[in-house]
């Protein structure tokens, strides 16, 4: 008899995403057993572990799950905070992630104006999850959108790293963007942290902007330093 395959750290994380998955889906649509929300969970990890990704993978979702999950008790007793729908939000966020297209959160937010309605969730649910989803293209909900403060924030968090984590999340969007030349790379990504060094804050919750914003500021500064 053949020895059963090790399992691998990927085998592990698909297998708690899934379980968080099915969990969250069953708790959106009421309790509902039908269908069986196992084959959406399964497609969408199929999409976060495609081959492009290097930084928008499925360690990135369980990230920003996870930063959700740390925000959202500061936040649960604002007027219209909906947990469930940040959580399929940050599911569905990067869903469609292809680096050298610009439409890719709109296409997501129609990949869950799809998938959301068939897997049983209701309608305002849906529109509020897609909702959610565009506004990762700023980034910048308004100040009473608590919501979209929430998905901004956890999304964003990974700016606040530890310069070894950082440095990390810096290699791997350098990785996705590998079919663009180095000095063509640097003008861009260097735009990039000057415009998100121009915004007044980079976090929009209270706890971010006391926990986050001053460790985000500074490694973006160091970047940018170093792009120079």
Same mark, same amino acid.
């Given at each position: ?7 691998t ?7 708690v995403?899934l ?5 969250? *889906? ?22 976060w ?11 990135? *979702? ?63 649910l ?96 160091t ?6």
């Amino acid at each position: 008899m053949n020895a059963p395959a090790a399992r691998t750290p990927h085998d592990d994380l698909h297998a708690v995403l899934l379980s968080r998955w099915n969990a969250l *889906l069953r708790r959106a649509r009421g309790g509902a057993t039908s269908p069986d929300p196992a084959p959406y969970g399964q497609d969408l990890l199929g999409r976060w572990a495609e081959p492009q990704r290097r930084y928008h993978d499925r360690s990135h *979702l369980l990230a920003v799950l996870n930063r959700v999950d740390e925000l959202a008790p500061h936040v649960s007793g604002d007027a219209g905070f909906e947990l469930d729908a940040v959580l399929l939000a940050a599911w569905f966020h990067d869903a469609v992630y292809r680096p050298d297209r610009s439409e890719n959160e709109e296409r997501s937010a129609r990949l869950a104006e799809r998938a959301l309605p068939e897997a049983g969730v209701a309608d305002a649910l849906t529109a509020e999850t897609a909702r959610l989803v565009r506004l990762t293209v700023t980034h910048d909900p308004t100040a009473d959108d608590t919501n979209g403060a929430v998905l901004c924030d956890a999304d964003l968090a990974v700016l606040a790293g530890s310069p070894e984590e950082y440095a990390r999340y810096a290699a791997d969007v350098r990785e996705e963007y590998g079919f663009v030349p180095d000095p063509l790379f640097r003008e861009g990504r260097a735009e990039v942290l000057r415009q998100l060094l121009s915004h007044e804050r980079l976090f929009h919750t209270r706890y971010g902007q006391d926990n986050w914003e001053h460790t985000a500021r500074r490694n973006l500064a160091t970047e940018l330093e170093l792009l120079a």
